[in-house]
């Protein structure tokens, strides 16, 4: 399984493609509840949840390439509206907030030459 970002939302010609965030995708829930009062005294809750929701995506054990391409892929869309594709198939339609991005090194695969590394940032959009 994979994921993809791409870059402009409405037509892209830039896109990254990644294995699954660690343990899926993150999600901050923020839910609203309102109390009004009925003009017969009763109290009424609504709930309320904005179409927007914030995913925290991780991705572990990247290569040097993988992490090349995805530095390349945020310079280009920061600030503009991409879309991505997560693990489910689920297109989502929105930003990247996370601002500035650090790529962590983790040290060497197995022992070989290949440099692995993690990067973990947040996305804010809403389901298409």
Known sequence: MTVKFEHPYSSPTTDVT????????????????????????????????????KLLLTFRHLTKVKID????????????????TDHTSIVWRGYILSDPIEFVTQGRKGGSCIEISTVTFEFQGTKV
Do not use: C, H, W
């Not at 660690?22 to 109390?35: E, K």
């Not at 391409?69 to 991505?84: A, D, N, Q, V």
């Open 18 to 53: 990644l294995r699954n965030p660690n343990l899926g995708d993150a999600r901050q829930l923020s839910v609203y509840i309102r109390l009004k009062k009925s003009m017969s005294g009763v109290v009424v809750t609504y709930k309320s949840t904005p179409t927007t929701q």
């Open 69 to 84: 391409s995805l530095r390349t892929f945020i310079s280009t869309s920061m600030g503009s509206e991409i879309k991505y």
